[in-house]
């Protein structure tokens, strides 16, 4: 059996790690079977509910109510050694089960619904992403096989070849408070309203990276972004990034994001986890400073008792349990750059034309680098027509910015940073 999994850890993600010296509160329980009924220690889905939680791994379908754990390949032949990549929990107490060979199945505690005639028909193998809309609309992210919307009657497919969707390679869907579907990528970000496409790519937006397999929206609406190469927020207009150079985030691997009922986002890595408040308190857990197993910190949730379930890719399930958020930001370095809180990731200028900046390019080499006086700045690329074209949310002096794959022309840079803002006019030939 091909197992996904493997496909995107092999081809697609790389480690990062960094060790944290956080303080830690709460409970742990580790799940695993050495120690459990827990039917597998490749944790792929966590779903909880109000009496336990739904486990996702690659060798079926578990779940913990009462202490006790349920192998639910005892029930449906399906699940017996199936990877479960995804668990949605609808407003009916449905169980949605995205699985590798058998499209989605629907569990009602009862009856189980196996939709296998749209599943060859629409090729929903590898089924990466389940969740459903405002409208009651079921959202399905098929890995190389694009989207897959289902109204309870009607079945739809979206791919690049009939539409603007960026990607086939589907990592995640969040849907916001417009109702627009959020879809990542391995090559960017596309939004659908139901009408039209928009797409983000670090080409042409704060985006740290492409490949981005998490995605959670907050309730303001801001959209977190986890990405191979950190941590990124959009307000709608304006964009910030974290990573393991300005923030104690303990790799620039993000795996998932979850929000919980405090607002807070968990954030499961390629080395451990953390707990961010948006602002400017962090506390990170490693194997270094916590009972949560070696590895890949694959998933995360919250459930609404205010336990938090950590996925490791290898090493089982971790609960933690009565944590509290530590009042002081926990450090992953002994001096960490901590970002402003504007969401651009932009200082305010404190006076405007203060800052010195010089355009280097290395035409033939296919870079440019900027000299500031400044230890970093927000970059962005305007071509002719006044449309932003590649943006470096937080650039370091002297860095290379690749530019070889932008169009012959005018364009306009604009370099902002503490000490003030600079536009210089460059001519790519």
């Known amino acids: ?110 009856h189980w619904t196996e939709h296998n005639a749209e599943t060859r028909r629409l090729k929903m193998k590898f089924v990466k992403e389940i969740v459903k809309d405002q409208d009651g609309v079921v959202w399905i992210g098929v890995t190389l096989g694009g989207i897959v919307s289902y109204d309870g009657s009607m079945w739809e497919k979206y791919t690049p070849e009939d539409c ?20 990542t990528t391995n090559a960017g970000v ?113 459930d609404a008792r205010g336990n938090h379930w950590f996925g490791n890719d290898a090493r089982g399930l971790a609960k933690l349990s009565g944590f509290r958020m530590p009042e002081k930001a926990a450090s992953a370095s002994p001096t960490p750059q901590q970002p402003t809180a504007r969401h651009n990731n932009t200082p305010e200028p404190a006076e405007a034309g203060n800052e010195n900046v010089r355009i280097n390019p290395h035409l033939e080499e296919g870079y440019v680098t900027i000299t500031i006086s400044s230890p970093t700045a927000v970059v962005t690329f305007t071509n002719k027509d006044g449309k932003v074209v590649k943006t470096i949310p937080s650039y370091k002096n002297g860095q290379k910015i690749n530019i070889r794959n932008m169009a012959k022309g005018m364009y306009t840079v604009g370099v902002r940073t503490a000490r003030g803002e600079k536009k210089i006019k460059f001519n790519l030939k």
């Open 190 to 302: 596309s939004v659908f309203n139901d009408r039209r496409w928009t797409s983000y790519t670090s080409h042409d937006s704060g985006l740290p990276d492409d490949i981005v397999p998490a995605i959670a929206i907050d309730k303001n609406n801001v959209k977190w972004f986890g990405t191979l190469n950190g941590l990124a927020s959009f307000d709608g207009e304006n964009w910030q990034v974290w990573n393991t150079q300005n923030s104690p985030l303990p790799a620039n691997q993000i795996n998932d994001i979850d929000i919980d009922e405090d607002g807070l986002l968990w954030i499961a890595t390629s080395n451990g986890a953390a707990v961010f408040d948006g602002v400017d308190r962090w506390a990170v857990f490693t194997s270094k400073n916590s009972p949560l197993p070696t590895g890949n910190i694959y998933k995360v949730r919250s």
């Open 164 to 183: 603007d969707l960026v990607s086939d390679f589907i990592l995640d869907i969040a849907v916001d408070r417009a109702n627009r579907k959020w879809i």
């Open 1 to 110: 059996m091909i197992n996904y999994r493997h496909i995107l850890a092999t081809a697609l993600l790389a480690l990062a790690p960094l060790a944290s010296n956080a303080q830690q509160n709460g409970a742990w329980t580790i799940y695993d079977t050495r120690t459990s009924d827990i039917g597998g220690n490749n944790i792929a889905a966590i779903a909880p509910d109000q009496k336990g939680v739904w486990v996702g791994t690659y060798q079926g379908l578990s779940r913990l109510s009462g202490g006790s754990w349920l192998d639910y390949s005892m029930f449906n032949e399906k699940l017996k050694d199936q990877s479960i990549n995804c668990l949605m929990m609808d407003e009916r107490g449905v169980v949605w089960i995205g699985t590798d060979d058998y499209g989605v199945i629907e569990f009602d505690g009862t």
